[in-house]
């Protein structure tokens, strides 16, 4: 299994940015796919998880400003990110997660989100 992540750039506080993970096999593999983020000197924390294609949950500090969605004919999950504040910044990487637990990680892009 492969997760090829794209998107992340630089952008002004306020602004937005949309990240995509393209899946090598059928989504639907997965239990669980989603985004984390890290920070240097911090550990990765879970932005947003989707399951099924249909249940969805956010960490609070993006709630009402993140949104993760699933092109199923694209095997490819999304990460649209609205009004994008200095503390988004980070390395956002994809995960997928399988039946029997095993993590699958893609290769991080870098969000940088500029006062």
Do not use: H
């Not at 949104?67 to 990487?93: E, F, G, H, R, W």
């Amino acid at each position: 299994v492969q997760l090829q992540a794209s998107g992340g750039g630089l952008v002004q506080a306020g602004g937005s940015l949309r990240l995509s993970c393209a899946a090598s096999g059928s989504i639907f593999t997965f239990n669980y796919m989603g985004w984390y983020r890290q920070v240097p000197g911090k550990q990765r924390e879970l932005v947003a998880r989707i399951s099924s294609g249909v249940a969805t949950n956010y960490a609070d500090s993006v709630k009402g400003r993140f949104t993760i969605s699933t092109d199923n004919a694209k095997n490819t999950v999304y990460l649209q990110m609205n009004s994008l504040k200095p503390d988004d910044t980070a390395v956002y990487s994809c995960n997928a997660v399988s039946p029997i637990g095993i993590n699958y990680w893609g290769k991080g892009t870098q969000v940088t989100v500029s006062s």
